[in-house]
Protein backbone atom coordinates (compact mmCIF):
# COMPACT_ATOMS: atom_id res chain seq x y z
CA UNK A 1 0.00 0.00 0.00
CA UNK A 2 1.16 3.98 -0.88
CA UNK A 3 1.27 6.96 1.63
CA UNK A 4 -0.62 9.25 0.18
CA UNK A 5 -0.39 12.97 1.16
CA UNK A 6 -3.91 15.11 1.48
CA UNK A 7 -4.04 18.34 2.76
CA UNK A 8 -8.05 19.16 3.74
CA UNK A 9 -8.82 23.12 3.99
CA UNK A 10 -11.69 23.66 6.22
CA UNK A 11 -14.20 25.81 7.00
CA UNK A 12 -16.67 25.84 9.65
CA UNK A 13 -14.20 26.33 13.29
CA UNK A 14 -11.07 26.13 14.85
CA UNK A 15 -9.87 22.98 14.68
CA UNK A 16 -7.71 23.31 17.64
CA UNK A 17 -10.34 24.04 19.91
CA UNK A 18 -10.61 20.78 21.99
CA UNK A 19 -13.95 19.49 21.04
CA UNK A 20 -13.19 19.90 17.60
CA UNK A 21 -10.21 18.14 18.15
CA UNK A 22 -11.35 15.54 19.73
CA UNK A 23 -13.87 15.06 17.19
CA UNK A 24 -11.50 14.47 14.44
CA UNK A 25 -10.01 11.99 16.14
CA UNK A 26 -12.49 9.95 17.14
CA UNK A 27 -13.55 10.60 13.23
CA UNK A 28 -10.72 8.41 12.26
CA UNK A 29 -7.83 11.61 11.76
CA UNK A 30 -5.64 10.06 14.19
CA UNK A 31 -3.02 9.47 11.28
CA UNK A 32 -3.46 14.02 10.37
CA UNK A 33 -1.89 17.08 11.70
CA UNK A 34 -4.05 19.32 12.69
CA UNK A 35 -3.81 23.22 12.19
CA UNK A 36 -6.03 26.04 12.16
CA UNK A 37 -7.88 25.81 8.96
CA UNK A 38 -6.04 22.33 7.88
CA UNK A 39 -5.95 18.80 8.23
CA UNK A 40 -2.53 17.02 6.57
CA UNK A 41 -2.95 13.20 6.58
CA UNK A 42 -0.18 10.89 5.89
CA UNK A 43 -2.93 8.38 4.68
CA UNK A 44 -2.12 4.58 3.68
CA UNK A 45 -4.59 3.48 0.97
CA UNK A 46 -4.87 1.04 -1.90
CA UNK A 47 -5.43 4.13 -4.40
CA UNK A 48 -5.39 7.59 -3.92
CA UNK A 49 -9.42 7.78 -4.30
CA UNK A 50 -9.45 5.34 -1.77
CA UNK A 51 -6.77 7.60 0.50
CA UNK A 52 -9.28 10.80 -0.48
CA UNK A 53 -12.73 9.17 0.25
CA UNK A 54 -11.45 8.16 4.03
CA UNK A 55 -10.12 11.31 4.55
CA UNK A 56 -12.52 13.43 3.35
CA UNK A 57 -15.53 10.88 5.11
CA UNK A 58 -13.78 11.66 8.06
CA UNK A 59 -13.35 15.32 8.43
CA UNK A 60 -16.94 15.62 7.14
CA UNK A 61 -18.42 13.87 9.48
CA UNK A 62 -17.75 16.51 11.95
CA UNK A 63 -20.57 18.29 12.91
CA UNK A 64 -19.85 22.43 11.50
CA UNK A 65 -16.74 21.63 9.54
CA UNK A 66 -16.69 22.08 5.52
CA UNK A 67 -14.14 21.54 3.64
CA UNK A 68 -13.22 24.49 1.27
CA UNK A 69 -10.64 22.75 -0.76
CA UNK A 70 -8.08 19.76 -1.02
CA UNK A 71 -4.16 19.47 -1.86
CA UNK A 72 -2.96 16.12 -2.74
CA UNK A 73 0.93 15.66 -3.57
CA UNK A 74 2.25 12.14 -5.30
CA UNK A 75 2.27 8.87 -3.16
CA UNK A 76 5.31 8.22 -1.10
CA UNK A 77 5.94 4.38 -1.24
Known sequence: MATHHI?????????????TLEALYEAGCNDATIGHNTVEFDREAPSLD?????ARQAVESVPGLRVCSIRLEPALT
Open 7 to 19: EIVTDGADLLEWE
Open 50 to 54: DALRS
